[in-house]
Nanobody
Framework: QVRLVESGGGLVQTGGSLRLSCTAS????????MGWYHQAPGKQRESVAV???????NYADSVKGRFTISRDNAKNTVYLQMNNLKPEDTAAYYC????????????????WGQGTQVTVSS
């Protein structure tokens, strides 16, 4: 029912910038939280940044001051502006959305994108 499609990953040098985008499509009533998670080889997937529908944000300590998450509710799209990238940011980045696929506010479903690779060279 719901599809999340990411774009914007790539290869960048230390100190460079990238902007990730993720758009949700399909049949749903609305989207609560949206966010970005990353997963490096051999490590657990972890939260990078999350934003509520109303705009409240939560960042991992490692990216505070460097990354900015935003969303356009009319377009069902979430963005992640990544500045001053470091080699430690290298990972697959996955878009996340908590989607209301029924009319119940208490029955959201988790959806994930396929991932986009971010590689930061030293």
């Amino acid at each position: 029912q719901v599809r999340l499609v990411e774009s914007g990953g790539g290869l960048v040098q230390t100190g460079g910038s990238l902007r990730l985008s993720c758009t949700a499509s399909g049949r749903f009533f609305g989207i609560n939280d949206m966010g970005w998670y990353h997963q490096a080889p051999g490590k657990q997937r972890e939260s990078v940044a999350v934003i509520s529908r109303g705009g409240t944000t939560n960042y991992a300590d490692s990216v505070k001051g460097r990354f900015t998450i935003s969303r356009d509710n009319a377009k069902n799209t979430v963005y992640l502006q990544m500045n001053n990238l470091k080699p430690e940011d290298t990972a697959a980045y996955y878009c996340y959305a908590k989607v209301r696929t029924s009319g119940s506010y208490y029955d959201p479903r988790d959806y994930w994108g396929q991932g986009t690779q971010v590689t930061v060279s030293s």
